[in-house]
């Protein structure tokens, strides 16, 4: 059966309002309380029922998360952050993914008839415009999350991969690498993520009076398979490249695998560079030196300020840039 609010309460010794106060407003209670209280919650596995909750507040507890792709690492990673920093809150994930596709998107944001089951939106997005986003019903808050930047009226949570990529190019640069070619330049569709993280390679090449490698192959993904295509051509050359640069881990664990299979040494002979700093990259061979986008920092901001709109505070969108740091692991000598 279902544990009832009441037996939560009695376990914690505390008032059916204080657990209330616990799971919809947590600033309300005593810190030491409240970590009582949400002790007993997950051991109990309590479960609020959203229905009664809804009719009586005009809220669910239920945010909404869409993602491009559930199986990507990195965004299986934030979204456990979020869940962590949603759940003091009493707010409730509930994550679908687009694949990709702009259509997808847009039916997802603007939700139809599932609008009204979401308190509000963390939306990932890839292809939403300004005028997507003015459809959505300004009731519903809206945090956009990640790398693209869009100019509109809601909050917006992002990394700066300008900055990220530089630092990453200026450490090859440093560790006396000279041949570093840039791998995620995608051919269909165009990346803003690519984008900026090539200015950032091209902005730390031109400090050092290095070349960039203009001629690194087009890719359709940022997965293993197209890292592994890629090194592959990239080593092909009469005189292949001593580092790469990849957008994201998924293509530099791949370009690792390519260069492992072609006898290549690593990072004596070829240097290797990643973004997103994903679990699997620690557990690489060579482990993947990369840039950390703070995901906890990421989801803790983007619950800020979803909670302070929910919580009716007014005023212009903001955005906010969390930091990033160069994790340096086996790669990169």
């Excluded at 809150?89 to 994550?95: A, F």
């Amino acid at each position: 059966m279902a544990v009832r609010l009441r037996e939560v309460a009695d376990r914690a010794g505390v008032s059916i309002r204080t657990v209330s106060y616990a799971l919809n407003s947590p600033q309300r209670v005593a810190p030491d309380t409240l970590a009582r209280v949400l002790a007993v919650v997950e051991d109990m596995a309590y479960s609020p029922n959203v229905v009664a909750r809804g009719l009586k507040t005009g809220r669910t507890g239920l945010v909404g998360l869409i993602v491009p792709h559930l199986d990507v690492p990195y965004f299986a990673e934030v979204t456990r952050e979020l869940v962590t920093a949603l759940r003091p809150h009493g707010l409730t994930l509930v994550v679908d993914q687009t694949d990709g596709r702009p259509e997808r998107e847009r039916e997802l944001l603007l939700g139809g008839s599932r609008g009204a089951v979401f308190d509000a939106l963390i939306v990932s997005p890839l292809a939403l415009t300004p005028e997507d986003l003015a459809h959505r019903s300004p009731d519903t808050p809206v945090v956009l999350l990640g790398e693209r930047l869009i100019d509109s009226a809601h909050d917006h949570v992002l990394v700066d991969n300008t900055a990220g990529a530089y630092d990453a190019t200026r450490h090859l640069v440093e560790r006396g690498y000279r041949r570093i070619a840039f791998v995620g330049h995608l051919h269909s569709p165009p990346s803003e993520t690519s984008s900026l993280r090539l200015a950032g390679y091209r902005r730390a090449l031109a400090e050092a009076g290095l070349p960039p490698d203009e001629d690194t192959p087009a890719l359709t993904d940022f997965g293993r398979a197209m890292g592994v295509l890629a090194m592959d051509r990239l080593l092909d050359r009469a005189e292949p490249p001593d580092a790469v640069f990849c957008v994201s881990d998924l293509l530099a664990l791949g370009a690792i695998r390519a260069a492992h299979l072609r006898g290549v040494s690593m990072p004596h002979d070829l240097g290797v560079v990643g973004f997103d700093d994903v679990e699997d990259g620690r557990y690489a061979t060579p482990s993947l030196t990369t840039v950390s986008p703070g995901k906890r920092a990421l989801a803790e901001e983007t619950v800020t300020l979803l909670t302070a709109r929910l919580a009716g505070t007014d005023g212009p969108p903001r955005s906010v840039v969390v930091g990033h740091e160069l994790i340096v692991r086996e790669s990169t000598r």
